[in-house]
């Protein structure tokens, strides 16, 4: 299993501005993600960040909005950038890893998740 | 189309009853399926996770069923508590390299009246 926090866990933010979010996990993993979830909404994938390569952005999700960086293999902060109100959303960090046994998969964790205001 | 569609959207039922919520899937091809619970302002938690030769499995009052023919899953809650109250997400995986692709259902709102 892998344990994720994230910091903030909420902020409030004025339109124009940039907040960075932290995604800290207690083991090392190669993937990592970021999620987005507005309100009563699913979770929509932003972009997949590997550790030594430039992160992979979803359709409709580009890395000037989202810059991401991943400087080790358990840490990656999500940028959103010249907010507005539009971004009000609750982010989440998720990080995957492989189980082993007899029949090995793909196991997805999430992180507590920043909830962001824009006013 | 890879798709992952649950019913009901929401519902309401008193504590201490059962309930049932259903998670259909066009996945293809299919790895895993996953039920999460989320609580409001949180990130979602694993309840419980099955790959296509698993037909059913429990997690203490949750039981999670996948009939892989039919490409449907289950998620029985018994003696609802008012803890159970959450949003249930049913997650299917497609492929299984690590370039494979998660799909996110909308999810079921469960609120659970005393």
């Known amino acids: 299993s892998a344990v994720i926090s994230q910091k903030p866990s909420r902020d409030i933010c004025q339109r124009g501005t940039s907040l960075t979010i932290q995604c800290q996990v207690d083991?090392?993993?190669?993937?990592m993600f970021w999620y987005r979830q507005q309100p009563g909404q699913s979770l929509t994938l932003i972009a997949t960040?590997?550790?030594?390569?430039?992160?992979?952005?979803e359709s409709g999700f580009v890395i000037d909005k989202f810059p991401i960086s991943r400087p080790n293999l358990t840490f990656s902060t999500l940028t959103v950038s010249n907010m507005s109100p539009e971004d009000s959303s609750i982010y989440l960090c998720?990080?995957?890893?492989?189980?082993?046994?007899?029949?090995?998969?793909?196991?997805?964790?999430f992180g507590p998740g920043t909830r962001l205001t824009v006013l | 189309k890879n798709q992952v569609e649950q019913s009901p959207q929401s519902l309401i039922i008193l504590e201490g009853k059962n309930c049932t919520l259903q998670?259909?899937?066009?996945?293809?091809?299919?790895?895993?399926l996953r039920w999460y619970k989320q609580d409001t302002g949180r990130g979602p938690v694993s309840l419980t996770i099955m790959t296509f030769s698993e037909n059913t499995k429990s997690n203490g009052r949750y039981t999670a069923t996948l009939d892989a023919d039919t490409k449907q899953s289950s998620l029985h809650i018994t003696a609802s508590q008012l803890s159970d109250s959450a949003s249930y997400i049913c997650v299917a995986r497609r492929g299984y390299s690590s370039a494979s692709k998660i799909i996110f259902g909308s999810g079921t709102r469960l609120s659970i009246r005393p």
């Open positions: 998670c259909n899937y066009t996945v293809s091809p299919f790895s895993n």
């Open positions: 960040a590997n550790q030594g390569s430039e992160a992979t952005y």
């Open positions: 083991s090392q993993v190669t993937m």
């Open positions: 998720s990080v995957e890893t492989t189980t082993s046994g007899g029949f090995s998969y793909n196991e997805q964790f």
